[in-house]
DNA sequence: AAACGTTGCAACCGCTTTCCA
DNA sequence: TTGGAAAGCGGTTGCAACGTT
């Protein structure tokens, strides 16, 4: 079970709690380095540090790995994440198996801070089918619109993560996190996520990869995907869902300003709404949102 | 500029699952 | 088969940075 229970020597010395210090990740590095991960209880009393065996896996696994990638989440993880955790619901660690560099915690952040905050604005509760619906109809597109979008994008995984050094100079240790990594350099969407096949059931096979193939459960998508010039990286997008005014920041739903239009002024038919969101796009402009209150609204409407 | 409120994330906690003797 | 230890997991908390008044 869990290191607080019982009682020797280890555990009655005093252990240290809270932010780790540089001395001390740079003595956990080292300790991995020379002896590898895994015993975590032996590392902790082996190594020096007076942290509990516990504490020192999940700094290691949270923020020290050197495939940790940090930083922002790019439209194609935040996809990946809204697809999958539709699909798990809050299996965070299953969910961080398909995309690589990512942490459970940090998806859970993710899920906690961005999209619950959405659902609690709305005062809808995030796990309803409602709140799914709107995620499917206005988020997601517009987060395939940005993958489309976007020549700048950060690749999926940053194969040439040297986290551990730089991390180790940039973290403010007990503080807001440095500025993210940025590498200019363009891959595939889902070059690194080859287990990821949105496609099939439970069982994901760890093969190919088509983030194509989950456009039949997005609405308003499906119709444009027999047409090659809608298709980017394997990827579908609505042209009439988002527009022109696509930022390129990071997380795609910081903030949501209101449209300009009210909902009440947005067409009943779906085809109205999207036309009516393309003319509204400046809103992507103002802020950095992938979608806005009166669009969540509408859409939670319809559903309901 | 200072006080206060909000946000985001690292770290902790307690429970469950897995491993192994 | 069983029981203890280790590892894994998801929920929660604490606090520094940031934003607003």
Request: hydrophobic fraction near 30%; charge should be neutral; aromatic fraction near 10%.
């Amino acid at each position: 079970m869990s290191e607080r229970r019982g009682s020797n020597k280890f555990e009655d010395m005093e252990l240290r709690r809270g932010p780790w210090t540089l001395e001390e990740d740079t003595l956990l590095i080292h300790y991995i380095a020379c002896h590898g991960e895994g015993r975590w209880n032996l590392l902790a009393k082996c190594s020096g540090l007076k942290r509990t065996g516990k504490s020192c896996r999940l700094r290691w696994l949270n923020y020290l790995k050197p495939d940790i990638k940090r930083g922002n989440l790019s439209p194609e993880e935040q996809f990946l994440i809204l697809e999958l955790h539709s699909k798990w619901g809050n299996r965070w660690s299953r969910i961080a198996q398909h995309l690589p560099g990512r942490t459970d915690n940090e998806i859970k952040n993710y899920w906690r801070t961005r999209v619950q905050k959405q659902a609690r604005q709305l005062k809808i509760d995030a796990n309803s089918a409602t709140f799914r619906d709107a995620i499917r109809c206005s988020w997601m597109p517009r987060l395939l619109e940005k993958m489309g979008s976007s020549q700048s994008m950060p690749p999926l995984i940053d194969s040439n993560a040297t986290a551990t050094a730089g991390m180790i100079d940039q973290t403010p240790h007990g503080g807001r996190p440095p500025q993210p990594f940025s590498n200019p350099a363009m891959q595939h969407p889902f070059e690194n996520c080859s287990s990821y096949d949105p496609s099939s059931s439970e069982n994901h096979s760890p093969s190919t990869s088509s983030a194509s193939m989950a456009l039949p459960k997005l609405p308003y998508l499906s119709e444009f995907s027999s047409n090659p010039a809608n298709s980017y990286h394997g990827f579908t997008f609505n042209p009439f869902m988002g527009g022109h005014c696509i930022d390129h920041s990071g997380y795609g739903l910081d903030t949501m300003d209101p449209a300009p239009a009210s909902a009440s002024q947005l067409g009943s038919s779906v085809s109205e709404y999207n036309y009516s969101m393309a003319a509204n796009n400046c809103v992507d402009n103002i802020g950095d949102g992938l979608w806005n209150m009166d669009e969540l609204w509408y859409i939670c409407k319809k559903a309901t």
